[in-house]
């Protein structure tokens, strides 16, 4: 069945009958399995070829990815312009996007605000930056960085709610690494959560989210999967400066990439492929800035990995991923923002 995001004549449908669609939580949209991060299109991985990636964009929607996600603290709006750019002339009925509120700027003492005023100012912009009348989700972003959680539950969360009643919006979600506050919200909120966006919480490296999924499907709340390459670590590039991953971390995973290199695989590929094999999540999302990156996610869906590659992914895992102590830095990142914010 072809998903209600399909236009013929601009589609192309046999790659849109391909591709396999689930619904997202509550809403009535009909995901792409795997789905269009904007993030690698700000600022924070590194500098990438603008016109390649508006086609990278346009690519995508024509080959049944039907889901992007993006937020002003992607490049403070350049990932939302360069979205809007590639969306024009793209009919309104073939994707769905999603942006977000909350986070902003790359300085510490203006990086969030989760107050109705911002929230509403901010949105207002990026229907602007995106060119459209609405957005299919609105989210609030990294909510644990909130002075308190009453703020989100109390301004942030209703202040999007108005958004929805004006039609400017059809759904509300909240992202965050912190999976204890994501459920903690969703339970203390008497606004309609519809879905949550996590990162690096399902992926070769760790797997906490699987912890959750069953409270969010009780709650028939959406999970969209992100940053399954966990953020550049399972790369065959070192990850950003900024990467909160201790040291041991990030030798270790250079290590599997060298391994994975010596017999002629890239670490990105068996990494996506793996988040793709979880059932409980509504979408796979990946950052992409290019038509290369596009190319292989795309791949790998439709022809996943093989069986030498399988066994590649056996060893890497027994040999070097079972060492791993720590497999996540939860409460790091938020712990040094507030110690930023004292000095």
């Known amino acids: 069945m072809l998903p209600p995001t399909y236009v013929e004549g601009f589609h192309d449908l046999e790659a849109v009958k391909a591709m396999e669609y689930k619904k997202l939580g509550k809403t009535d949209l009909l995901i792409s399995k795997l789905s269009f991060g904007g993030g690698p299109l700000g600022c ?17 929607i024509k080959q049944g990815v039907n889901y992007i996600d993006t937020a002003p603290w992607y490049g403070q709006g350049k990932s939302e312009k360069i979205i809007g750019k590639a969306l024009k002339g793209i009919p309104r009925q073939a994707y769905y996007i999603a942006t977000k509120v909350g986070r902003y700027k790359l300085d510490i003492e203006n990086m969030f605000d989760f107050s109705k005023e911002k929230t509403r100012l901010s949105f207002k912009n990026s229907l602007k930056n995106l060119g459209v009348d609405y957005v299919d989700v609105i989210q609030v972003h990294d909510v644990e960085f909130a002075p308190s959680l009453d703020i989100v539950i109390t301004q942030t969360l209703p202040e999007l709610s108005k958004q929805v009643a004006e039609k400017k919006a059809k759904y509300i979600g909240i ?9 903690e919200c969703i339970e203390k909120s008497n606004i309609n959560i519809s879905c949550v966006l996590t990162y690096s919480r399902l992926t ?3 797997d906490t989210l699987m912890q959750f999924t069953s409270f969010f499907k009780e709650h028939n709340v959406g999970v969209i999967n992100a940053a399954v390459l966990v953020m550049g670590l399972l790369t065959d590039n070192a990850p950003p400066a900024w990467h909160p991953a201790n040291d041991e971390m990030k030798n270790l995973c250079r290590s599997v ?6 017999h002629n695989v890239e670490i990105s590929k068996l990494a996506i492929w793996y988040a793709m094999q979880y ?47 720590c497999k996540h830095w939860e409460g790091k990142e938020v712990e040094a923002y507030w110690q930023a914010m004292k000095m």
């Open 44 to 60: 924070h991985y590194g500098n990438y070829d603008e016109h390649e990636a508006i086609e990278a964009i346009q690519q995508a």
């Open 257 to 262: 990439a060298q391994y994975c290199k010596d």
């Open 204 to 206: 070769l490296l760790d």
């Open 279 to 325: 059932e409980d999540t509504s979408t796979t999302l990946i950052g992409i800035q290019n038509l290369q990156q596009l190319k292989m996610s795309l791949d790998i869906l439709r022809n996943g990995i093989t069986k030498e590659e399988q066994e590649l992914l056996h060893v890497i895992k027994a040999k070097y991923l079972s060492e791993i102590k």
């Open 175 to 183: 992202t965050g690494y912190l999976l204890a506050v994501l459920k």
